[in-house]
């Protein structure tokens, strides 16, 4: 049971240790990305860049989250922990859209 | 470090009291000015791949739009909610359906819609297409019976000639009716405004309170219009709660939140456009402001009921002198209206 614990926590470290970080602006009313693609464990700033709130969430069934809404300078995280495509948008500026492949 | 006299100094703080609004605003006031040129519409009104305007189309949906034997009682039409004489809405606090039934939403104009990338005040219709049918098939408004609707339209000889020259070839159906429809709302535009003549560069299409009130509209710390009435047909395709009175009501209309269920969307609803809206009184998504003045009082007031108001309503700091301008800017956003040929609708 020992060793058991010991294993995971190595592998638990080891995919934190590869994880990477992005960051995605929300600039003129639109993410500064329309696609990325990313591993599972990577973690996305979204850093709102604009002058004005803005709203980020997900309703895909591989990471569904809201991170609600704050205003220009403001970076909220989401650490994506499920491999799936991931439709995210604005829910305040409808036509705001980015596609994020967790692989 | 240079040393200045009273008199350089002054100056030096004259200027800067002029140049200071204009940094914090971002665009310059100056009729012409190339900052201003994102406020002007695009010479071609977006149109789907499927179903690029002709005057065929645009007359066959004009025709559509305006005959009442397309709703349940034969006494509605699109026309009836969306009429010219009051900037394509209907000049009622909110609209009213099939048998007069008083309606929970005011009726939206069609006035620029075609360049919106989504319909409805909920945005529940992405398209001008999507949207058509909509308000036939609901009950409480045209409440006509679809398939009765088909079987009539096909039996006029007149439409029939309409629907086979807009459409060669595809029939009478709810798709080429739908497009018809979109075609016409699609000639509904807005763009010749004395704001429009102004950025142009017509230094004396607008008056000095109106300039002052554009200003007052760029300036975040002041009306922060701009920041949800954007450039080019001042909206931001966007959603928001702006603290209505009528949020407050015990089950109040919940807007976006219906289609988004996100905490945001509550109450929330789509920004309309300012283009021509000294026509369409009253104002907002319930009615609720008789004019364009009610309109600044609750802005200013930062709205009635909180809980969930948009973030961008709270930097809003106007005066009294503000809002008379800011009213005077809308006032310039209307373009001179031209004569409107109403349809001979086909008999039989």
Known sequence: MKNFIVVCCCLAFSTMANAAEFTVDQKDKKFTESEMNIAVGDTVNFRN???FSHNVYSLSEAKSFDLGSYPKGESRPVTFDQAGQIEVGCAIHFDMALIINVK | MTNYSKKQLHILLLAASFVLPMQAIGSTL???????????????????????????RVELGKMLFWDTRLSGDGNMSCASCHNPLFGWSDGLPTARGSKSKVLGRASPVVTN?????????????????EQAMGPME??????????????????????????????????????????AIASFERTIVSNNSPFD???KGDAKAMSKEQVRGFGVFLDQNKGNCAACHGAP??????????GLASYG????????????????????????TLRDISLSAPYFHDGSAATLMDVMQTYADHGYVEGNISPEIDSINLTKQDMQDLVAFMEALTTPPKPFTLPILPLD
């Open chain 2, 30 to 56: 100056k009729a012409g000015d190339t900052s201003l040129q994102k406020w002007l519409l695009p010479g071609e009104v977006p149109q789907p791949d499927n179903n690029k305007m002709t005057p065929d």
């Open chain 1, 49 to 51: 860049d604009d002058p």
């Open chain 2, 138 to 179: 609901a009950t409480v408004e045209m409440n006509m019976d679809i398939g009765n609707l088909f079987k009539w339209i096909k039996s006029n000889k007149g439409y029939k000639t309409a629907f086979d020259k807009a459409y060669p070839g595809e029939g009478i159906n709810q798709s080429t009716l739908s497009r």
């Open chain 2, 197 to 199: 003549q102004w950025v």
């Open chain 2, 113 to 129: 819609t075609a360049f919106n990338a989504m319909q409805m005040w909920d945005g529940r219709k992405k398209t001008l297409e």
């Open chain 2, 249 to 272: 009501d015990e089950k109040p209309d919940m807007g976006r939140f219906v289609q988004l269920p996100l905490a945001r969307m509550k109450g929330a609803f789509k920004t309309p």
């Open chain 2, 233 to 242: 047909n001042f909206v931001d395709n966007g959603f928001h709660n702006l």
